[in-house]
């Protein structure tokens, strides 16, 4: 049996942190300088995890925007050699403290989402696509804008405080309002959009 999560005065169980973590709020904290950190420390443990089937593994959404403020979750996407292994790495990683809720991949068959929790609260995202697929590219560009574009960047944040603050307790309206502005961002960069929806910074 797994350990109990201790919660200082209760103890909460794997199960329980899960549940609670996949009906968590949307909320949203200034940035953290030790979010990168983070990020380095627990691509250590994927690499050692499932690094023979990953070509790279990157640092995106908000949390990985210098003083973008955001949802206090590490989002990772690892880029796979070959798709056609994903269930198999996607066993792996649950067998090594990710959770996977498969409703979650509904409308993005071209990646899976996992995820990290303690206490009932997410500490990580982890999406497992193609590496160099559509799906990637339009991950690591849209980060790699907001870096570099402080009006694009304070744009966003300006949507991303007004969603939060209108679907606190729906994560996927959340998602779903930032849709347009991603496209618009990307289209305007030179891009081709595709199914932007589940981008989740």
């Known amino acids: 049996m797994a350990p109990a999560i201790r919660t200082g005065r209760e103890a909460m169980s794997p199960d329980e942190s899960c549940r609670l973590a996949l009906a968590e709020p949307v909320r949203l904290v200034p940035y953290d300088s030790r979010w990168p950190a983070c990020f380095d420390a627990e691509r250590e443990r994927v690499m050692g995890c499932i690094g023979s089937h ?5 640092h995106f959404g ?11 979750t590490i989002d990772i ?30 409308g993005a068959p071209e990646r899976r989402f996992l995820f990290r929790h303690a206490d009932g609260h997410r ?8 590496f160099d697929a559509s799906t990637w590219r339009e991950r690591i560009r849209f980060r790699d804008l907001l870096r ?3 009006r694009l960047r304070a744009s966003y944040a300006a949507l991303k405080r007004e ?15 930032k849709a347009e502005f991603i496209r618009g ?4 960069a030179g891009e081709v959009p595709g199914a932007v929806r589940s981008i989740p910074c």
């Open 77 to 106: 996407i690892a880029g796979l050699r070959d798709m056609a292994i994903v269930d198999q790495v996607l066993q792996r990683l649950c067998e090594h403290g990710y959770s996977h809720a498969p409703e979650l991949d509904l």
């Open 148 to 150: 570099s574009d402080p």
């Open 54 to 58: 990953l070509v790279h593994v990157c």
């Open 123 to 130: 500490t990580h995202h982890l999406h497992l696509v193609a």
């Open 62 to 72: 908000s949390t990985a925007v210098p003083g973008m403020a955001a949802k206090p």
């Open 185 to 188: 961002a990307l289209t305007s």
């Open 163 to 177: 969603l939060a603050a209108r679907h606190q307790g729906d994560r996927d309206a959340y998602t779903r309002g």
